[in-house]
């Protein structure tokens, strides 16, 4: 991993989140390491329940009990965010780093108009004189692709499609000018059409404003137009990390050599290939490597103790013990 580097924003080092329920305690995310480079698009993919979110919400402070991040670090911009407090937390949040949810309603206040709700985050945040924040939020709502911003200024969230409600969310994210933007499945409730055009969206500010972003998604298709590297999750840990370019023409570890096959049906036969059985219930995880039940290339070793994750070229890393 990149230490003492510049050009990494974050770096997220053997993160451990776990949910305490009745008496199960739930492992959702296991050692989990990456690193966000300034300007970067990294992708977080993996199948639902595979840790995406939980993994998102450790970087945030935003694990709620039950659950509780129980290790690691989460050192970004030279400082370890779970060390700091709920409150110097909150000046994080919204501010150095941004975010974008799934459901832009339920993140949009009803009764709030679009204007008032980008320039409650600017006030929070920068407490600049009234004028200069109309003006700003004016100039966001331009930013995120509205033609008539003082039209949609005085709007409600119910006035506005789906895809107008994430360019709102878009523009509250970029209102700080924050170096690190959190997008977590931003497009999925969207039809095609609309995510192609947030997705084009989201590019281009991306590379005007110079910012980082981790983009989760279960849609490796998404990543693979848009991402630089990317963390495959399974079961709740990270089982390879690889530069896009190189995932998409030979993935590392077996569960993304099945993932591809399913998509493009990589086996060469033109069919599609599902991966047999399903991704284990968490509190009932198989004993070693957590995909052992549904890898092609078992061995008696799988079984055994759980590979750790280690490099094999630059930017590729794999928790697999063909390597
Ligand atoms: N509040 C909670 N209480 C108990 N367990 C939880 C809670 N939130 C998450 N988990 C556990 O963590 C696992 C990972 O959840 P997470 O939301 O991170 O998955 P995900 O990869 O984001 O999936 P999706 O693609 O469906 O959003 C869940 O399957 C569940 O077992
Ligand atoms: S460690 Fe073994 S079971 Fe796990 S992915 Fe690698 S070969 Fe398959
Ligand atoms: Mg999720």
Known sequence: MAKNNDNVLLDVIDLNTRFFTGDEVIPAVNDVSFTINKGEIFGLVGESGSGK?????????????????VSGKVVFEGTDLL??????????????IGMVFQEPMTALNPVLRIGEQISEVIEIHRGCSENNVKERTLELLRQVGFDEPRKRYIQYPHQLSGGQRQRVLMAIAIACNPSLIIADEPTTALDVATESQILGLIEGLIDRLGVSML???HDLTIIRSMGQRL???????MVERNRVDEFFKRPLHPYGQGLLES???????????????????????PSGCKFHPRCPCVMDICRGDEPVIKEVGKDQWVRCYLY
């Open 263 to 285: 998509i493009y049906g990589f086996s060469g036969s033109g069919r599609l290939k599902a991966i047999p059985g399903s991704v284990p219930n968490l509190a009932e995880l």
């Open 83 to 96: 060390g700091l407090s709920q409150k110097q937390m909150e000046g994080v949040r919204g501010n150095r």
């Open 215 to 217: 983009f989760i998604t």
């Open 231 to 237: 963390g495959l999750m399974y079961a709740g840990r």
């Open 53 to 69: 979110t939980v993994t998102a919400h450790s970087i945030m402070g935003l694990v709620h009990p039950p659950g509780r991040v």
